[in-house]
């Protein structure tokens, strides 16, 4: 191993998590420093200060001395920003390819805010001999001009929309447990290492907008907990907020 | 209406808040008429449970009548006398269908527990937004969600102390005992004598076992064991628990082993005891796991250990060598309530079950900081409070 080398080097070899890792890290840890302010902190400095060039240099001295290389390949470069969530729902695919057919509803669930609706009419879909189902496109194919259904055969449907584009496939899972839904959102423009929170961020809204649809079409509901009472409604003390161990002082 | 707020680590508060109704057309509203301590609140009383919020109304063993239902909802109808079982299942997904209720895909809207469990697993009443944020029971008035899968018609001849039981500590400690796969002739210890436990060493009595072995530190609880259940008792402060196992079961060892304890599990010596609390106390571990490697290494080979206790993270320490080498069967989750609970409120009618001798403290919502400071303390020979907000 040569150390000098190993600090020296402008060679990326570490992922784009990692950075953004040493970038989030060394931000708190600057932070905690500052707020410190004693000599003891000095030291948390200097490795906020390391992890910042970590993080821009995508370069760790440590991982070449232990040879380990988890960079983006050069020919790869920055990827495209990718999240995808897949989960079963106690469906048949022809019940559920419906709520994705319809522009608007493929954006509520790809937004994970919205509560998506579930179609009552299936007469667009027709199931072949074989299983396979087919569905005619009918009515508006764009929802507010954003979302456009570009591609909707048996099992799959694909969609663009201003800077991304993506796709939902559906499968028969084993043992008639139902149909694996999987959805792959894809932006066009490759991320900075900085932008993998977005991905976290895309992943988590596919679960909510996913889980819902799943929620409306097994159960057919939606649970909440929104407009149930509790104490941070503005509830009125009865009773002082005395603590348990001042209660057992009291006997 | 009245309800018992979380307000901090070990802090309760009755306050007023707003009454509860209906938000989805599968709830139904339930005036309270009993509602229970538990010893899984006390994880959410001292601070285990990071999701919980104060404001948060606690209390998930429950049950009370039914005063207005959703426009969907069919199983139920005004002025029914019902036990609520404290987890809330959708009926229609796949792990309803196959009766493991505890794990239903739909009815928790939070989806923190996917970064720490891996899967979502069910809502639960009063204990923590992980676990869906829903209010809880130590309230007047609750609503209950996908009410038809979780409010259960209480028999005639069955009273409240009873029933009240049902909605949690019977059909844990039931579940605990049916994971043993209990065979003619088994000999079955049980660590913890608080609710759970001592349900567990009943249902595994009326499951066929042919011996009980209960283990704990309080002397009052071990002689309820004794006196209500025919158990053999071990207090593990004055016994070396493996060993008294190992003789009292003819050097086999207990062919099942059922940890009633949970993550706050005192330690077998000085040394076990202060390693789990330090960790935990510097959250190197969330879980304190001394029952469980107690139990692993007790039971026998081929064997079964059946976990009732909550735990909620990690342990350290845990003896994967004895699991493995010893083929033991390990079985755990939260109870699946919509599966037994019919069948124990028929065993209560029927006189072969009665869990009412776990009341040994009442009181209104005012009195229950002061009955969870008790039941925190385990004193005044405490099992379980029940509290009458109506």
């Known amino acids: 191993m040569n150390l000098q080398n190993a600090l020296t080097s402008s060679e990326q070899n570490i992922s784009y998590r990692e950075r953004l890792f040493s970038l989030l890290s060394g931000t708190v840890l600057l932070g905690y420093s500052l707020y410190k302010r004693s000599p003891a902190a000095l030291g948390s400095v200097l490795l906020s200060v390391a992890l910042f060039d970590r993080a821009i240099r995508g370069h760790c001295a440590i991982s070449q001395m232990m040879g380990r290389n988890t960079a983006p390949s050069a020919k790869q470069g920055p990827r495209p920003l990718e999240a995808s969530y897949a989960l079963t729902i106690a469906r048949y695919p022809q019940d559920i390819e419906p709520s994705f057919g319809e522009p608007e509803n493929l954006r509520k669930i790809l937004e994970g805010g919205d509560i998506p609706e579930v179609p009552a009419e299936r007469s667009s879909v027709t199931v072949a001999s074989d299983g396979a189902f087919k569905h005619q496109f009918s009515g508006n194919n764009e929802a507010d001009g954003e979302i456009r259904i570009t591609k909707h055969t048996s099992n799959r449907l694909e969609w663009q929309q201003p800077g991304a584009f993506g796709s939902v496939d559906l499968q028969l899972a084993p043992g008639g447990r139902g149909t694996e839904v999987k959805v792959t959102v894809r932006r066009n423009k490759p991320i900075q290492f900085w932008q993998e929170l977005a991905v976290y961020d895309a992943r988590r809204k596919l679960r909510r907008g996913l889980r819902q649809l799943k929620q409306k079409l097994e159960s057919g509901d939606i649970p909440t907990i929104v407009g149930q009472p509790s104490g941070r409604a503005g509830g009125r003390d009865l009773h002082g907020g005395i603590s348990l161990a001042e209660m057992a002082s009291l006997t | ?390």
Request: some cysteine.
């Open chain 2, 1 to 390: 209406m009245k309800a018992v707020c979380y307000r901090g680590a070990n802090r309760l508060q009755l306050e007023n808040v707003s009454d509860p109704k209906i938000l989805r057309p599968t709830d139904a509203i339930l005036k309270v008429t009993m509602t229970a301590t538990c010893g899984s609140d006390l994880h959410l009383l001292g601070g285990y449970v990071p999701s919980i919020k104060r404001g948060d109304i606690i209390g998930h063993e429950f049950m009370g009548e039914i005063v207005e239902t959703g426009p969907q909802v069919k199983r139920l109808r005004k002025g029914q006398r019902v036990v609520v079982g404290s987890v809330i299942a959708c009926g229609a997904c796949y792990y309803c269908e196959h009766e493991m209720w505890s794990l239903c895909d739909n009815t928790n809207p939070n989806e923190m527990l996917e970064e720490t469990l891996g899967y979502i697993p069910a809502g639960i009443y009063g204990y923590s937004h992980a676990m869906g944020g829903y209010a809880g029971s130590h309230a007047e008035y609750v609503r209950l969600a996908y009410a038809d899968w979780g409010a259960f018609p209480v028999p005639d001849g069955v009273t409240d102390e009873q029933a009240v039981f049902v909605s949690d500590a019977v059909p844990t400690g039931f579940m605990a005992a049916d994971n043993c796969n209990i065979q003619r002739g088994d000999i079955v210890a049980v660590w913890g004598c608080g609710g759970v436990g001592l349900m567990a060493m009943a249902s595994a009595r009326i499951l066929g076992a042919e011996q009980i072995i209960a283990i704990d530190c309080l002397p009052n609880r071990l002689q309820v064991a004794s006196d209500r259940l025919g158990a053999e008792t071990i207090n593990f402060h004055q016994t070396d628990v493996p060993e008294a196992l190992r003789e009292m079961t003819g050097g086999r060892g207990p062919d099942a082993c059922v940890d009633a304890v949970g993550m706050e599990a005192i330690g077998f010596g000085l040394v076990s005891d202060a390693y789990d609390r330090i960790k935990q106390t510097l959250r190197l571990e969330t879980d304190r796991g001394a029952v469980l490697r107690q139990a692993i290494m007790a039971c026998r080979k081929g064997g079964t250990f059946s976990i009732a206790g909550v735990y909620l993270g990690w342990i350290d320490k845990f003896p994967i060598g004895a699991v493995m080498n010893k083929a033991l069967t390990v079985r755990t989750g939260q109870q699946y309530g919509q599966k037994y609970i019919p069948r124990l409120l028929k065993l209560v009618q029927d006189k072969k079950l009665d869990p009412s001798f776990l009341v040994t403290h009442r009181t209104d919502l005012e009195g229950v900081p002061k009955a969870y400071s008790t039941f925190k303390q385990r004193s005044e020979g405490i099992l379980r409070a029940v509290f009458t907000p109506n």
